[in-house]
């Protein structure tokens, strides 16, 4: 952007240049002209800048429409709504003249002066400001059209070309470490008479690799590998993922298991190209078979499985394949294989020089890295190990010239890879002549199916599932957090059958594993790179480096190498093993450790097997002790269930402490109730009855397996023998069993059937159905029964306790319900019908004068109201208060599909709105015809506040006693403590 000659910022070839009114207006013409069409009235995609900066100003951006002078871009000097004459600015483009409703926009002396002396010299002269591009390129200018398409390709040029040279960097340590350092190639310097022509089968676990490679050029076949698997996973990427961003990446983590399938395959075939063909076919296998298990995923969206793997058994193999890694980068650096015993540390100590190098290397990043960190000790520089590795190549070279050394010398003594052409002689031919030679395309030879040797094949299927389980573990992490990081919204499921795509793709082709790498991902999306035609550049690239990448890595010093792969496994060793202590329980932390001692000593097919052998012994370990399988226990004296509207006798005996609740023992279990803990489950039951003195134990225990999540059938076997036991050996009279759900106990052994076999003596009595009215036995007694939920278990115990006392006292309400049966008879209210709501009110208002409340009841309407009728909605206005005489209602809560709850016969609704003059809370349906309830109108209770105010006391009362019952409800009082009983 130019403004007088100044250059303010940049968008596109944005320009500004001084023009008169009619110098505008003549271009504007001409360019009309040149156009052949009328001006359109819609605002080009381009006049729409996303981030520039005028003199600190920040350009928004703002959403266009046609025809609409508010969706202009928002520029904070300019007053749209202005029509001052003084500094004029008008928007137009080479044929876009009048692509904006007005052409001229007026800015006011206020943001005049906002520009910063936009206008120097005072003289009032209009700026122009022209938007070079148009939402239809077709009708620029050719030659505008290819310098914005070659400009935007140049900024691409910084963000490819850096991951290009990370690909190079980490495709060389990790390239030559896919075979085992003893798989010599006939380029290494060490003498091939030394090699044994094949190994011993009788050797057992006593193998150790040692033999020549069957190609030349062992660490150039290697970073080819790399190379191959990066190029296919970015071109199917750059198609198939949503990203706009992403790099992919040869599945680095998954070295060692390469490693470990050529020690499988030399161990079974020797070291030929036999070997080497089923061993490359074991590699494309293994990226067939895990792009096959991502885009099953994917495709049945099944993504989210991926998140239930062990944390700790995860965390585990990170840490042991860290070690292997650091293992590793010592031993390409030391050109040796390492082993735990004294001969083979003697042997890897003679190579003491090279390896110190590496170690000076790490130790000073080390120290770069802890010096360098914020004050929330979070790196404050993130390219800072990138960098770091980048110069390690110079900074050696640099360090030859000083000591005075030649490199042919510092290759005689190891510290540079071998020259890695077919024929392992360095190359005295330029750079340009290694673009093609015989090896190139030696990996897409390799396979030969008539020599694959397919007991390898079944030997390595362990290893492969090991392969397989570990690769899945990186997608779920790397998509979620780069979508973060780049505020993209991403389908998993779409991603995982990218994912299937490119391994699948790579598999036939016979190459290695890869996936969407986050670190190089997230440094080419903070480097601009963006766009399909950046991310083909990229594969286009990388593809430059499966030609010349092996000759570059013949002049890269080995401590290179050495130090990324040490300093990458110590990461992952200390993410797994040190960063996860205390975030794990001592059981999962002992796994953990566990994990990665077996992975470093024994392979990965017991590391494999030590994983779930730690997740199943885990999760055994913490159902026993984690949590208790008793959650708690109550008596039953605080409790209420649902039947609020019970006779002032029944509630006497309930709350006599001789005679009532303080009779009922109510116990909840929680957990997996399984072999392992059941007997510390019986016992603790036990134990909790024990320790009552003998006239405090109850006649009535409550079992609650709400919180029961699984029960075996040893356990639900031994539940059995514990019902036995209440009787026998407690002199318990009533075992009640809660299911906590319609679908019975969460097991398979058919328990209900078990638990509700009524063993003593039954009371049959008649009750009337608290929510319908109808008449139904009740079986009240000793023994056993099963209850869905544990509201209707402390009914059920309730009634027990009663009948025990006074079973009149539950048959007692069949006859003041008599009028129900009638009620189709005599649909007007009855003299028996107001008898009964006097009843009813009764046992709303106890101890309360009959005379009071026969006067209170006069205040009442009646009301009849028929099947599917609304009573009243939620957050409407309180306007009555209504006594549900006969029939049925359900309340519902619109804002929680599905939860309602039926409402009682006797039960006073809308009494809490009505006094507090609030809205209603719920909404009332009438589920039966000639519904009978007795209203009492706002108008009323207005007049019944102000001349009786004795009858508006009962109202107060039952609005009282109604909040008790419901803070005392079992539902409330057993699973929340902090309910506390009024």
């Known amino acids: 952007i130019k403004i007088d000659g100044d250059l303010y910022g940049n968008y596109s070839t944005m320009g500004l240049q001084r023009r008169s009114t009619n110098e505008q207006q003549q271009h504007q013409q001409q360019a009309l002209v040149a156009g052949g069409s009328s001006p359109r009235r819609s605002t080009p995609h381009s006049v729409a800048p996303t981030i520039s900066h005028l003199r600190g100003s920040m350009l928004g951006t703002s959403s266009t429409s046609p025809g609409s002078n ?70 620029q200018p050719i030659l505008a059209r290819k310098f914005l398409s070659i400009e935007k390709a140049a900024s691409q040029i910084p963000a490819i070309a850096l991951v290009t040279l990370f ?39 006593s193998f150790l690799l040692n033999g020549p490679f069957p190609l030349p050029g062992k660490e150039s076949l290697g970073i080819r590998m790399f190379l191959f698997s990066t190029i296919i996973g970015q071109i199917i990427m750059t198609y198939a993922s949503n990203f706009e961003n992403c790099i992919a990446l040869q599945m680095v ?197 008539s020599t694959i040797s397919w007991k390898a094949v079944w030997k390595s299927i362990p290893t492969m599932m090991a392969l397989v389980l570990f690769s899945l573990i990186h997608v779920p992490i790397n998509i979620p957090a780069f979508a973060v990081s780049t505020d993209a919204d991403v389908d998993m499921n779409v991603e995982l059958m990218a994912h299937g795509y490119s391994n699948g793709i790579v598999g036939i082709l016979g190459g290695l594993q890869n996936y969407m790498a986050y670190t190089q991902s997230i440094i080419y999306y903070k480097s601009g790179g963006h766009g399909k035609t950046s991310s083909l550049a990229v594969a286009l690239s990388t593809s430059l480096l499966f030609f010349i990448g092996p000759e570059l890595a013949s002049h890269m010093p080995r401590c290179m190498a050495g130090t990324l792969l040490l300093h990458c496994g110590i990461d992952l060793f200390m993410e797994g093993v040190c960063d996860s202590y205390g975030k794990y329980d001592f059981l999962e932390y002992t796994g953990i450790w566990a994990i990665t001692i077996i992975m470093t000593f024994f392979g990965m097919e017991a590391a494999l097997l030590a994983g779930v052998i730690a997740a199943l012994s885990t999760y055994a370990l913490q159902s026993v002790t984690y949590p208790k399988p008793i959650r708690g226990s109550m008596t039953a004296a605080t409790l209420r269930s649902s039947e609020w509207t019970r006779s002032p006798e029944a509630f006497a005996v309930l709350d006599n402490r001789d005679t009532g609740r303080m009779k009922i023992f109510v116990v909840q279990m929680q957990g997996h109730l399984f072999f392992g803990n059941i007997s510390l489950f019986s016992d603790g039951v036990k134990a909790l009855i024990e320790e009552k003195p003998i006239d405090e134990r109850p006649y009535i225990i409550i079992m609650d397996f709400t919180l029961v999540l699984g029960i075996d059938s040893s356990a639900a076997q031994a539940i059995i023998k514990l019902r036995d036991s209440f009787t026998k050996q407690f002199g318990i009279k009533l075992s009640i069993f809660v299911t906590g759900s319609t679908e019975g106990f969460p097991c ?152 309602t709850e039926p409402i009682s016969i006797g039960n006073m609704i809308g009494e809490s709105g009505l006094v507090q003059k609030t809205n209603r809370n719920s909404t009332v349906y009438v589920l039966k015809d000639n519904t009978v309830l007795y209203s009492l109108s706002r108008q009323a209770w207005e007049t019944m506040k102000e001349n009786d105010p004795k009858c508006a006391h009962l109202l107060y009362a039952i609005v009282v006693r109604y909040l008790t019952h419901r803070v005392q409800h079992v539902s409330n009082r057993i699973f929340e403590t902090r309910c506390l009983p009024i």
């Open 70 to 139: 508010e969706n202009l871009p928002s520029l904070p000097f300019v007053d749209a709504g202005s029509r001052s004459s003084s500094n004029r600015i008008s928007f137009g483009s080479f044929q876009s003249y009048g692509s904006v409703e007005r052409d001229e926009l007026f800015m006011n002396e206020h943001h005049s002066e906002m520009g910063n002396g936009h206008d120097k010299n005072g003289d009032g002269d209009d700026y122009h400001i022209s938007f070079e591009g148009n939402d239809n390129p077709s009708r």
């Open 167 to 205: 690909h190079l960097m980490v495709g060389i340590p990790f390239g030559v470490s896919y075979f085992p350092v003893g798989w010599k190639s006939s380029s290494s310097s060490s003498p091939t008479s030394d090699y044994e022509s094949s190994p011993s089968a009788e050797e057992g676990d």
């Open 253 to 449: 983590e998954n070295v060692p298991f390469c490693q470990s399938l050529s020690y499988i395959v030399v161990k079974t075939q020797g070291y030929g190209k036999e070997a080497l063909s089923t061993l490359f076919f074991l590699f494309g296998l293994a990226s067939v078979i895990v792009g096959g298990v991502f885009y099953a995923l994917g495709r049945m969206q099944l993504g989210r499985i991926l998140y239930f793997f062990p944390a700790h058994v995860l965390v585990g193999c990170i840490g042991g394949i860290g070690i292997f890694i650091a293992k590793t980068g010592l031993e390409v650096t030391a050109n040796t294989s390492f082993s735990f015993d004294s001969a083979g540390l003697v042997a890897f100590l003679q190579n003491k020089h090279l390896l110190v190098v590496v170690f000076a290397f790490e130790i000073g990043l080390r120290l770069l890295t802890h010096f360098t960190l914020d004050a929330m000790g979070k790196p404050r520089y993130p390219l800072l190990s990138p960098i770091y590795f980048c110069l390690i190549t110079p900074v050696f070279y640099l360090g030859i010239w000083i000591t005075g050394n030649s490199v042919h010398s510092a290759l005689e003594a190891g510290y540079f890879f071998p020259p890695l052409n077919d024929d392992g002689v360095a190359s005295s031919s330029s750079l340009v002549s290694g673009l093609w030679n015989e090896s190139v395309m030696e990996m897409f030879h390799v396979v030969d199916f």
């Open 748 to 899: 398979e052994f058919d328990l209900y059937q078990g638990l509700n076999a009524n063993q003593g003596e039954m009371l049959k009595i008649s009750k009337i159905n608290p929510f319908d009215g109808k008449e139904v036995s009740v079986s009240v007694g000793s023994g056993s029964c099963v209850c869905t939920d544990l509201d209707q278990a402390l009914s059920h115990a309730e009634d027990t306790l009663i009948a025990m006392v006074k079973p009149k006292l539950l048959s007692s309400s069949i006859n003041l319900c008599s009028f129900v049966r009638e009620q189709n008879e005599r649909p007007d209210g009855t003299v028996d019908e107001k008898h009964y709501a006097l009843k009813l009110l009764l046992r709303q208002t106890p101890g309360e004068d009959v005379t009071l409340v026969e006067k209170f009841l006069s205040y009442f309407t009646r009301e009849i109201y028929n099947n599917g009728d609304t009573l009243w909605k939620q957050d409407t206005m309180s306007d009555s208060a209504k006594l549900l005489v006969c029939g049925q209602l359900v309340s519902m809560l619109e804002n929680e599909t599905g939860t």
